[in-house]
């Protein structure tokens, strides 16, 4: 059979094609999909899920004049592969190849560059507000968003928005009954009530039309048939928490038959004010194994062999920190009955299956709701629990004015562990986590800290339990390192000193310590003395140590995963400088003003000049710089030094 997919090469190839077309186009597309995946480790089993779903939107509007935005982004590929990025799709998520998420650089049809949930219904609002106030009434607006995402408070704060202003706006709910993990709480229990009446849909469907054409003559019929309305509302799909909201409900329809989805659109199409529609698919369908087992297969590892659609994945290549921490977060709620654990949906992301299983008390899952976990933890600790908040950096990014005022200003001793801090690799720039430095060290009272390496995790968790303030440790995706040394035990506010060196010296923040080992023992080669510092502490910060090497020697560098503006190098100079003591001495390496995009982790630390190379290199620059340093300038440098 002639195959389809070869000559789709925008939405307009798609309108001509029948139902039994598209249904062979969804076969393909699906094939396609697997493709990556041979290579490395790509969102999967939400994009098998929207197959038909999304082929049937193509077909029923116009997206280069109508409006979607796929919520979160991550089921955004076969939305790709029919809108001209099909030759590129091999080369998803890797260094200059097409971006995991939607980008607008990309595609005009890809409208915001995205990865965090939530935000679908607040832009597809703000486009329809926008493109009307523009004169631009015809463009259609539409959010795609799932079930795991839905419960996020902004959601709801866009649904009320929507019904306030009446604007024809069309939400499609993708609720394949799953986050990455299954999804939780009140609004997943609806949604499973109003799965239980599917059969009714077409009598909704026609109850709804007729109830708008009936004339409505005088205030008393009118009264009547807003009452029967409400009467068939609540008693055939039970009074959905939507309709009260406003919106005009239908379904649940399936999601994966192509003629049961266009007819619903078309319908949806010509209705006015904020729609939704509730559209059920199977994540990972299509292919078997991702069906059953869509929380390993929502980001799997790279597939080894694909045999008559069996799929065998590779085992992952390790440990990562996020074990190490899962593990010591484990071990604090074996040992301490007040400590407790949230996660924002990610317990499998954090590696918390086990903790969640075995002290199911202590263990919170808040849905994708960042800012309200937050606000819950400052709860449970002014009750005398100690919360661990195990967020990842950029998601935390969310609760920034939760931190500030329901935690940091009542000083409550929350406890902030940040996965995935610094760069992250084929995600991008949507997920790198590299703010948290400067947005938590803002904050009074917030003790700051990153584990140089393995071995620092447990006691800096330890740490932060005794600690009555609030606190924040940071720890990267990657494979753990330990250096080996006589080991200096974790205080508050201590650096450690891996080694003095007469040269410079190198003080690192976080997981680049090792690195910064490496890269003192490549210098030592050349013959040159630099030291290395693991300092632990960001806030607060070991001024008798990192300001001794300030004074002393002739150069300092500061590594960190995080952006320069504010960082921890930053927070370096600022002592330095408070101290009286000069800076132009000090060069920090971090994470440039730009936004990093999708690659390998290596390579953007290598682009960054955060790898052992780049940091030698760097160390070597200032021997020169200093080398050829005025007479002047180094007859300054001595009389302060003498001084
Ligand atoms: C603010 C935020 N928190 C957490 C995540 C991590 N995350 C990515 S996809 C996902 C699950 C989304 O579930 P759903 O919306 O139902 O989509 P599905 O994958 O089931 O299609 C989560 C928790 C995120 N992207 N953004």
């Keep these: ?203 909704k469907r026609s109850l709804d039309d007729f109830i708008h054409k009936m004339p409505v003559v005088g205030n008393s019929m009118e009264r009547m048939w807003v009452a029967l309305k409400e009467f068939v509302k609540s008693n055939l799909y039970g009074g959905m928490l939507f309709e009260e909201l406003g919106f005009n409900y239908f379904g649940p329809i399936d999601g994966h038959d192509i003629p049961t989805l266009k007819r619903w659109l078309k319908f949806c199409k010509e209705k006015t004010g904020p729609v939704l529609l509730h559209v059920i698919t199977n994540k990972g369908h299509g292919i078997e194994c991702a069906a059953k087992d869509p929380v390993t297969f929502h980001t799997p590892p790279v597939f080894e062999k694909v045999e008559n659609g069996n799929i065998t994945l590779k085992k992952s290549k390790g440990s990562a920190y996020t074990n190490v921490v899962s593990q010591a977060i484990h071990e604090k709620l074996a040992n301490d009955s007040k400590a407790c654990v949230l996660t924002a949906a990610m317990c499998q992301g954090n590696k918390l299956e086990k903790t969640r299983a075995e002290f199911p008390d202590r263990f919170f899952d808040t849905g994708i709701c960042e800012s309200h976990a937050v606000a819950f933890a400052a709860g449970l600790a002014k009750s005398g629990m100690k919360p661990i908040v195990a967020i990842y950096s950029t998601f935390l990014q969310r609760s920034f004015d939760q931190i500030f005022q329901e935690v940091a200003l009542q000083n409550l001793p929350v406890v902030f562990a940040l996965d995935r801090a610094g760069v992250v690799g084929a995600d991008g720039p949507t997920h790198h986590g590299v703010f948290d430095i400067p947005y938590m060290r803002i904050f009074p009272n917030m003790v700051v800290m990153a584990p140089g390496d393995e071995r620092d995790v447990k006691p800096m968790l330890d740490l932060a339990l005794t600690l009555d303030s609030p606190s924040t440790f940071r720890y990267p995706k990657a494979t753990p390192e330990s250096v080996e040394r006589d080991y200096s035990p974790m205080e508050l506010g201590q650096a450690e000193v891996y080694e003095w060196g007469e040269d410079g010296c190198f003080v690192a923040y976080g997981a680049l310590f090792p690195t910064c080992v490496r890269a003192a023992a490549k210098l030592k080669d050349m013959g040159y003395d630099v030291g290395v510092i693991n300092a632990r502490f960001c806030k607060p910060l070991d001024k008798n140590t990192i300001l001794k090497a300030v004074e002393e020697l002739p150069f300092v560098i500061t590594a960190e995963e995080g952006v320069l503006a504010g960082g921890f190098g930053s927070a370096v100079i600022e002592a330095a400088n408070e101290a009286g003591l000069p800076t132009q001495h000090i060069h920090r390496c971090g994470v440039p003003d730009r936004w990093i995009m999708h690659s390998e982790r290596d390579e953007q630390h290598a682009e960054m000049g955060i790898d052992e190379s780049g940091l030698v290199a760097a160390a070597l620059r200032m021997i020169e710089r200093n080398s050829e340093e005025s007479p002047r300038d180094s007859a300054r440098r001595e009389r302060i030094y003498d001084e």
Aim: charged share 20%.
């Design 1 to 203: 059979m002639k195959r389809l997919l070869p000559t789709i090469q925008s939405p307009a190839d798609l309108q001509h094609l029948t139902d039994a077309q598209l249904v062979q186009l969804a076969t393909e597309m699906r094939e396609v999909l697997c493709e990556p995946l041979k290579a490395r480790s790509v969102h999967f089993a939400s994009n098998l899920g929207v197959v038909e779903l999304c082929l049937a939107l193509h077909q029923i509007f116009d997206f280069r004049k109508d409006r979607i935005i796929w919520d979160t982004g991550h089921q955004v590929y076969p939305h790709k592969l029919i809108t001209g990025r099909q030759k590129n799709f091999e080369n998803i998520r890797t260094k200059g190849g097409l971006m995991g998420y939607p980008n607008p650089l990309e595609s005009d049809f890809d409208l915001f560059m995205t990865g965090h949930a939530g935000c679908s219904v607040s832009c597809a609002l703000g486009l329809k507000a926008g493109d009307d106030l523009m004169g631009e009434e015809h463009r259609k607006s539409i959010a795609v968003i799932g079930d795991g995402a839905l419960p996020s408070g902004i959601v709801f704060e866009a649904f009320n928005n929507a019904a306030g202003l009446d604007k024809d706006l069309l939400v499609i709910l993708n609720d394949n009954r799953m986050s990455i993990c299954p999804r939780v709480g009140g609004v997943a229990t609806m949604l499973d009530k109003a799965r239980m009446t599917p059969a009714l849909v077409d009598v």
